[in-house]
């Protein structure tokens, strides 16, 4: 008997069983073709290493250069939205190589302003930040401990990475509730309905008429702003003629959406691990100081917060006896390769003395993500004070009743109610 390989990354197997999905998908073939969604899916270590190291072979410019209409498809009338949010995706700088594509850029290169960027997030200046990170949780544990449970997910997981990437463009604290209901919607970007675009493109108008008259106000005033906060050297890019306002708009969006989404993730699904594996609880507990920073890393590896990145192939190009055509898509998963055998030791056990880890949560080479040092900082001030607060911390529902958003880049609950036992 024949039995049909279930390749649909948004089937109910691939949201809610994602590690059966992908070890199957990666036993079958690494390198496969999706024909429904006309996508190469990637989901072996040492592919996603090769594929995201060569972006001479494989663009991040996936809008500009894709010339085929969405797929999934989209409602025939949404097709004006849709190359709208084309104009908005090509109008970032954070692509790696943008000026070789985009002919609107001129002046000097967006790896320059990468550069700056690299400047806030290097380990050094990221360090910075862990006094407001440290004092960030204590008021939101003192609050949960008071009550004796939370959602993670409103309490801990969302208002903490929020805060910081607030502090950090200088947008004022009192607009960070407006910034998440802003921001969370981008992820239509990354389903699969068909009326997608329409809500999608609110999102992205919605944010936009919210950032225009904080950088309106900077590129005209810039005294009256710290120079150095990052939404100033975006804004300092337009008035040097690197970009035009619309750009200088779409590069602050990214950096609000990035700097957030991801640690979310990691904090709820780090911490949903925990509750389903007490051993690596206790071990934890037994020295919060001396195991966070492992912990961390095993919490990134085992449940990964992004699912997936896609590009786009730059030339025909050969791999594990796949012909990948130039212009196909290619999508690699993250939640594969950080479960392959052949690179990790009992590869579905969540191990938080796992040593050396070689996850690629956050990418690889020049594809490695800008925030990673911020969201490994976040990461672990949480769970090294949750260790230190309580004795236990216990899922309040059946782990199989967790709901999970059906969205293509990232692995984030929708909810993860939990109670608490104070040490």
Known sequence: MVTTLNDNPFSPEAIYKPYDFYNRLREHQ?????EQFEVWMIT???HLVWVTRHPEAFSSSVYSRDIRPPNPPI????????????KWQVSRFIQHDQRRYSPEIS?????DMR????????????EMWRPLVQSAIDELLDAVEEKGQMDVMADLATPLPLLVIARMLGIPDSERPQLRELAKDLRFLNRDGPDRMKPLSQAVLNLQNFIAPLVEDRVNNPEKFDALDLMSVVCEGERQGVFNRDMTINNVMLLLSAG???TINLICNGTLAFTQHP???ANLKSDPEGKTVRATEEALRYDSPVRSIQRIAVDDIEMNGQLIQKNDRVRWFIPGANRDPKVFDRADDFDIERYPNQHVAFGS???HCLGATLARLEGQEIFRNLANRFEKVELEIPVEKVEYDHVLTFRAVESLPVKVTSA
């Open 30 to 34: 690494p390198v496969y073709y999706n």
């Open 44 to 46: 072996s270590w040492e």
């Open 365 to 367: 080479g020049i594809h």
């Open 75 to 86: 409602d025939e009338d949404d097709m004006e939205i849709y190359n709208f949010i084309k």
């Open 279 to 281: 051993d690596q609880w």
């Open 260 to 262: 957030h989404e991801t």
């Open 107 to 111: 002046g000097p290169d967006h790896v």
């Open 115 to 126: 550069r700056v960027m690299h400047g806030y997030f290097t380990p050094k200046s990221i």
